[in-house]
C-alpha cells in the first residue's frame, strides 16, 4: 500500500504539473510599459512581493519538479518495484518520438498562418538555444553522477529524453500559450507522457525524470530571456529588473 501511494502521488504530481506549467507567466509581461520609455512623472506603484515575482513564477514550478526529483532518490527502488510488479512486460518505442509533437505543432501552426509570439526564424532560434543550454548541463550530470540505469545500463541521471520533453512542450508554451491553454497544456500532457513512458519502459529513475523536466523549462526560460536581451525587447531596462 505504501508503495502504490507513492507512486500515486507522482503520476499525480506529473499531471498536476503540466497544467501548472502551461499557466506559466510570459516574462514579457515585466516589460516596460510606454509610460516607462517616456519618463512620465507616474505615481509610484507599491513594491511587488517577491513571490509575486516573474522570476519567482517562472521558476517555482521546475524548482519544485527538481527539488521533488532529489528527494524521491531513496524511494526509487521502491517505484521500480511497483513497476516490475504491474508493468514488467511493458514496453513501447513512443517515447523515442512523441516529445517531437510540440515542436511540430509549432511549426505546423505557422504553416497555417496561426501567427505565434515570433516568427519562424526567431523561433527556431530560442529553440536551438535551449538545446544549447541543456545539453552540456544533462551531459556533465551523467557523466559525473553516473548513475546506473534501473535496466543495468550507464549514465542514467537525468533523463535526456524528458529535458527534450519539457524543452519542446515549453516552446509550445513561449510560442502560443497567450492564444490558448490548451496549447500549453496540450505541449506538457505529452512531455509528461514522454517521462511516464521511460519509468516503465525501466529506463530511468523517477528522480532521473523529475530533474530532466525541471531542466527542460529552466533552459527554455533562460534561452527565451536571454533572445529578448540580444534582440533589444530587454534593453530598456536591465536584464534582472525583467524578472521583478
Same mark, same amino acid.
Given at each position: 500500500?505504501?508503495?502504490?501511494?507513492?507512486?500515486?502521488?507522482?503520476? *499525480? =504530481? *506529473?499531471?498536476?504539473?503540466?497544467?501548472?506549467?502551461?499557466?506559466?507567466?510570459?516574462?514579457?509581461?515585466?516589460?516596460?510599459?510606454?509610460?516607462?520609455?517616456?519618463?512620465?512623472?507616474?505615481?509610484?506603484?507599491?513594491?511587488?512581493?517577491w513571490?509575486?515575482?516573474?522570476?519567482?513564477?517562472?521558476?517555482?514550478?521546475p /524548482?519544485?519538479?527538481?527539488?521533488?526529483g532529489?528527494?524521491?532518490?531513496?524511494?526509487?527502488?521502491?517505484?521500480? +518495484?511497483?513497476?516490475?510488479?504491474?508493468?514488467?512486460?511493458?514496453?513501447?518505442?513512443?517515447?523515442?518520438?512523441?516529445?517531437?509533437?510540440?515542436?511540430?505543432?509549432?511549426?505546423g501552426?505557422?504553416?497555417?498562418?496561426?501567427?505565434?509570439?515570433?516568427?519562424?526564424?526567431?523561433?527556431?532560434? *530560442?529553440?536551438?538555444?535551449?538545446?544549447?543550454?541543456?545539453?552540456?548541463?544533462?551531459?556533465? =550530470?551523467?557523466?559525473?553522477?553516473?548513475?546506473?540505469?534501473?535496466?543495468?545500463?550507464?549514465?542514467?541521471?537525468?533523463?535526456?529524453?524528458?529535458?527534450? +520533453?519539457?524543452?519542446?512542450?515549453?516552446?509550445?508554451?513561449?510560442?502560443?500559450?497567450?492564444?490558448s491553454?490548451w496549447?500549453?497544456?496540450?505541449?506538457?500532457?505529452?512531455?509528461? +507522457?514522454?517521462?511516464?513512458?521511460?519509468?516503465?519502459?525501466?529506463?530511468?529513475? /523517477?528522480?532521473?525524470?523529475?530533474?530532466?523536466?525541471?531542466?527542460?523549462?529552466?533552459?527554455?526560460?533562460?534561452?527565451?530571456? =536571454?533572445?529578448?536581451? +540580444?534582440?533589444?525587447?530587454?534593453?530598456?531596462?536591465?536584464?534582472?529588473?525583467?524578472?521583478?
Open positions: 500500500m505504501k508503495n502504490q501511494l507513492s507512486v500515486m502521488l507522482c503520476i *499525480c =504530481l *506529473c499531471i498536476f504539473t503540466s497544467i501548472l506549467c502551461a499557466q506559466q507567466p510570459d516574462s514579457l509581461n515585466s516589460l516596460p510599459t510606454k509610460a516607462d520609455i517616456l519618463n512620465l512623472d507616474l505615481p509610484k506603484q507599491p513594491s511587488a512581493k513571490y509575486k515575482s516573474t522570476l519567482f513564477k517562472t521558476t517555482v514550478v /524548482v519544485a519538479l527538481i527539488g521533488g532529489m528527494a524521491l532518490w531513496n524511494q526509487r527502488d521502491e517505484v521500480k +518495484a511497483l513497476r516490475d510488479q504491474y508493468f514488467a512486460d511493458f514496453h513501447t518505442s513512443i517515447d523515442d518520438h512523441m516529445h517531437y509533437a510540440p515542436i511540430a505543432a509549432v511549426y501552426l505557422n504553416l497555417f498562418g496561426v501567427k505565434g509570439r515570433n516568427g519562424v526564424g526567431k523561433a527556431t532560434l *530560442c529553440l536551438l538555444a535551449s538545446y544549447a543550454i541543456a545539453s552540456p548541463i544533462v551531459a556533465a =550530470l551523467k557523466k559525473n553522477t553516473n548513475v546506473t540505469r534501473p535496466s543495468g545500463g550507464e549514465n542514467s541521471f537525468p533523463s535526456w529524453h524528458t529535458t527534450r +520533453a519539457f524543452v519542446a512542450a515549453s516552446f509550445l508554451h513561449k510560442e502560443y500559450g497567450k492564444k491553454i496549447y500549453s497544456i496540450g505541449g506538457y500532457t505529452v512531455a509528461t +507522457a514522454t517521462g511516464v513512458c521511460r519509468s516503465l519502459n525501466n529506463a530511468h529513475w /523517477v528522480s532521473d525524470i523529475l530533474v530532466g523536466a525541471g531542466i527542460g523549462i529552466l533552459t527554455t526560460e533562460a534561452s527565451y530571456l =536571454l533572445m529578448d536581451w +540580444a534582440s533589444g525587447k530587454l534593453k530598456k531596462r536591465k536584464l534582472g529588473d525583467a524578472l521583478k
